[in-house]
């Protein structure tokens, strides 16, 4: 049997996160990997957008697979030796999805810390707490929402999630 046996280890962080990552340890140079998606991509039947920049590679789904929560998986190989290349991934909903949503993350924080600071000065001056209160407990329950639909628009695109993974490795085999 002088068939090669590829077996990739993955090492994953939990599933908590929104935006899940993974690294594999591959026995390749770091630019024939980087020449394989390149070449893949190259291909007219490729079912998958990508580009390839400075050892980073982005894969998306295709524009007519496209929708708000389409995830991107992020590849960033590094030169480990000789023949040794740690594979880096990210996967992550659009670059202007994520932008959007850590904007909102930012508004309810900032806003959270001043009505944090309007209730304590209120309270201080003996003047009404009603609204600031309001907010206090009110924003972080928006933050809590906020999560969950981040969780929600990640299982709705697990599916695109597991095909951007199987053609990774699809590619990293070939």
Known sequence: MDEKLNILIETR?????LRPRFTIPLDEN?????????????????????????????????KKDEHFWSPQLHLEILEEAENKSLLKA???????VWTLFMFFHFIIGVSFLGFGALLYTNVSLNEPIFFPLMMVVFLPLIWILFYFLGKIGKDT??????????????????
């Open 30 to 62: 770091c630019d024939k990997i980087l020449q394989k998606f390149s070449d893949e991509f190259k291909k007219v039947d490729c079912a998958f957008l990508g580009n390839i920049v400075d050892g980073h590679v982005f894969i998306s789904v295709s």
């Open 157 to 174: 695109s697990k599916n695109q999630m597991t095909k951007l993974h199987h053609f990774m490795i699809k590619v990293i085999n070939n």
């Open 13 to 17: 962080n939990s599933e908590i996160f």
């Open 90 to 96: 990210l996967f992550g909903p659009k670059p202007q």
